[in-house]
């Protein structure tokens, strides 16, 4: 989503909870504080990860069950590893981009994962750096039990995930650097839960604001929920929700049997 706050503006937060009621809910690109947002769940615990630029980033967790710890950001000593904060656009471990919920069962990872640019200038930060350090931390979770992580991952797998694959060859979302980063989740086990029940393309998650392109379904699949090799059988079902407006982006989802 664009901003939480933008979204309970155009009352179109409250009304898809109440309509699907999930157990958890996943933010990215809050775009806002913690208290600059007020939602009104009793039902549910809210976690924030906020960047330290207001209006800018930021992840949140809302959740019906208590997790039993939350993480923000990456490890120190993947974020050491792997150099991240040596870009021309600053630390993206300081832009609230990763928060984490454990359960007794389960990792839960949302996500918001840096886009390239327009003039891909944040590609080796993305090839180099963000998508093999997210890939280590969720392998390293997986250790310890199995993950789930979901979000707005800022790239097209392949030509069925957008509508117009031909042109955006080579653009931001559609590079070869960036295919391979979220092909290399899936070479590491990693399932994309939608995938498992859909076949083909139409199935967009995001569309540009101009020339009618939602109303046309134009789109592009950037938004995903992938699981580790051990939870695909309790994946009962996975979807988009490309009706529920208030966004550029529509939510996606997944059910889980355990």
């Known amino acids: 989503m664009n901003g939480i706050r933008a979204v309970i503006r155009k009352d179109a937060l409250l009304p898809f909870i109440n309509a699907e009621k999930p157990d958890v809910l996943c933010i990215q690109e809050t ?16 976690y924030w990860n906020s960047a330290e630029k ?79 350090a997210f890939l280590q931390y969720c392998k390293q979770l997986e250790q310890v039990k199995p993950v789930v992580f979901c979000g707005d991952l800022n790239v097209a797998h392949t030509e069925l995930d957008l509508a117009n694959p031909k042109p955006n060859k080579g653009k931001r979302g559609f590079t070869d650097e960036e295919r391979s980063g979220f092909q290399a989740f899936l070479d590491a086990g990693f399932v994309d839960t939608l995938r498992m029940f859909k076949e083909g393309n139409g199935y967009y998650t995001w569309w540009s604001n101009f020339g009618g392109a939602r109303d046309r379904n134009v789109g592009w699949r950037i938004d995903y929920f992938l699981v580790s090799e051990a939870l695909k059988d309790a994946v009962v079902s996975a979807d988009i929700h490309p009706n529920v407006m208030g966004s550029d982006h529509c939510p996606v989802s997944i059910v889980l049997d355990l």
């Open 54 to 132: 207001k209006g800018y980033s930021g992840t949140a967790i809302f959740s019906k069950t208590e997790p039993l710890k939350v993480i923000k950001g990456l490890p120190a000593d993947i974020q050491a590893k792997y150099e991240m904060s040596t870009n021309d656009y600053g630390d993206p471990n300081a832009e609230g981009r990763v928060l984490t919920a454990e359960y007794e069962e389960f990792y839960l990872v949302t996500v918001y994962t840096p886009n390239s640019k327009d003039d891909l200038s944040r590609i080796p930060l993305r090839h180099d750096h963000w998508d093999p």
């Open 31 to 46: 775009k806002a504080q913690p208290g600059e947002a007020v939602v009104d769940l009793p039902e549910y615990t809210e």
